[in-house]
């Protein structure tokens, strides 16, 4: 009983901080007018602005990949040169 009233409790919270509860006082989202604006006058500045948030959603998965591969082929590269250490140190049987 006292697990379901934290769980409840923490999905409450998180619902309220993440706006998915309604506010009496706001029944719409507010928007920045200065960009409604903006962005209403001119044909070809909201093709500029999605490609500039696709942009940036972009950039964290771009860097976080180039550090993954190059990760991954530090650790190959590591590997087979232990490898060929190894290879080096023991000795080869004849029968």
């Known amino acids: 009983m006292k697990s379901l009233l934290r769980l409840t409790l923490a999905a409450g919270v998180f619902a309220a901080t993440a706006g998915a509860l309604p506010h009496a006082w706001q029944s719409q989202a507010a928007a920045c007018p ?3 604006t903006a962005n209403e006058t001119d044909l070809r500045r909201p093709t500029a ?5 696709l942009f940036m959603l ?3 998965a771009t860097i976080f990949s180039c550090f993954g591969v190059a990760f991954y082929r530090m650790s190959r590269r590591e590997m087979l040169a232990q ?3 190894f290879a ?5 049987e004849t029968p």
């Open 34 to 36: 200065g960009c409604k």
């Open 49 to 53: 602005y999605m490609y500039s948030i």
């Open 58 to 60: 972009g950039m964290p």
């Open 83 to 85: 490898d060929a250490l």
């Open 88 to 92: 080096e140190d023991t000795p080869v």
